[in-house]
Each structure stands twice: as C-alpha cells, then as structure tokens.
Antibody
Framework: EVQLVESGGGLVQPGGSLRLSCAAS????????MHWVRQATGEGLEWVSY???????HYSGSVKGRFTISRENAENSLYLQMNSLTAGDTAVYYC????????????????WGQGTLVTVSS | DIQMTQSPSSLSASVGDRVTITCRAS??????LAWFQQKPGKAPESLIH???SLQSGVPSKFSGSGSGTDFTLTISSLQPEDFATYYC?????????FGQGTKLEIK
C-alpha cells in the first residue's frame, strides 16, 4: 500500500525557517517524481515544488529562492526546506507522488499524503 | 504561467443528478489535465488524468473529456459521498497550476 506521511509542520515566526519531511512507503521511491502542494485555510490548492527522479527541480514563483526541495532515496524521504517564511506561507503542505503517463511523458499525480500544517505568525 | 479557470465556482445539486464542471486553460495544454476531489479536512484524491483516464479504483460515474484549452468533468448519479470540492490541474508546463475549485453542494 502506497503511503506518504508528512511531518515537520508547526508554528514559526516570520523570517524563520522550517524543514518538512515526507516519508514514503509501499513503492520504490527512487523511481517516482515527487511534488509539494500547499493549501491555505479555506483556499484552493497551490503547486509549490517538484523534484524528479534524477534530482531536477522546479519551483513556483512565490517560493523560488526561499524554498529548496530535496530527496534522500536511501531513506525513502522527500524534504522541503523553507526559509524566510512569511504569513503568506501559512498553509497545509501536502506531498504527492507522480507517475508517468502513456509514453512516459508528463507525469501525473496519483497519491497524496495527509498534509502537515505550517503556521507563520509572531 | 498557465491560468486554469473553473466554472461554476459552486454548484447545488440533488442526489441522483448528473452534473458537469468546466475547466478552461489560458493556453493549450493538449490533454495534460487532471481532476481531483477534496472533502472537508481531507487531502485531495486523484480522480482523472490525461483529461479522460480514470485513476485506478475511481468509479465509472466520473468521466472527463476535452483537449487543448477546454475540459469537462461529469459526475453521474450523484451520491452523498460525491459532494465535495473538485479541482482541475494542468501538468503540461511548469509551474503546474490548479483551477480555483468547484464546490459541489447538496440542494
């Protein structure tokens, strides 16, 4: 059974840092792309970041230069290092797995974790 | 960035009804379009990818169509468990983007 379990959320002051983790199980982690998506309370979904199987990365404009996505395949873990946090980063953060479509193009989301709440406030 | 616009933003329907939600992309995305369902307090769940392909385990009452810029999600024979918020997402180009969501409520 595929499982994604996020952790590391909590209360942090503006300008502070936090590192989120996503523990993966039930599949060969190293062979899947991974993403982070966030959702502010009462708001919609916002894509945050991506890391491919080869370690290539992409970020949304709102977090680029402040957040760093990484993975440790030996530990079946995905990470999101968040620096220079602002109130606008307050949200539930989800990790999601992506698998390849037909022909291996454009990997799509299939499984999501349950999320971890990050609150940025003084 | 590609903007995804869903309509309507909210929808009231009755058990047994058939409903359609529309998603429009600001530029062509081929069929790299996914749909997700989210219930209050829960993580999103993947329903459809490639515009019309059902995720494993998703009932056939859900169907998707479209290509290019215009897409639809249709849910037939609504049941109480189908009342939720639905999101479309384009995964053609980074940054991936979601629609604003459609809240499906019981009439």
């Amino acid at each position: 059974e595929v499982q994604l379990v996020e952790s590391g959320g909590g209360l942090v002051q503006p300008g502070g840092s936090l590192r989120l983790s996503c523990a993966a199980s039930g599949f060969i982690f190293s062979t899947y792309d991974m993403h982070w998506v966030r959702q502010a309370t009462g708001e919609g979904l916002e894509w945050v970041s991506y890391i491919g199987t080869m370690g290539d990365t992409h970020y949304s404009g709102s977090v680029k230069g402040r957040f760093t996505i990484s993975r440790e395949n030996a530990e079946n873990s995905l990470y999101l290092q968040m620096n220079s946090l602002t109130a606008g980063d307050t949200a539930v953060y989800y990790c999601a797995r992506a698998r390849p479509g037909i022909g291996g193009e454009r990997w799509y989301f299939d499984y999501w974790g349950q999320g971890t709440l990050v609150t940025v406030s003084s | 960035d590609i903007q995804m616009t869903q309509s309507p933003s909210s929808l009231s329907a009755s058990v047994g009804d058939r409903v359609t939600i529309t998603c429009r992309a600001s530029q062509g995305i081929s069929t790299y379009l996914a749909w997700f369902q989210q219930k209050p307090g829960k993580a999103p769940e993947s329903l459809i990818h490639a515009a019309s392909s059902l995720q494993s385990g998703v009932p056939s009452k859900f169907s998707g169509s479209g290509s290019g810029t215009d897409f639809t999600l249709t849910i037939s024979s609504l049941q109480p468990e189908d009342f939720a918020t639905y999101y479309c997402q384009q995964y053609n180009t980074f940054p991936y983007t979601f629609g604003q969501g459609t809240k499906l409520e019981i009439k």
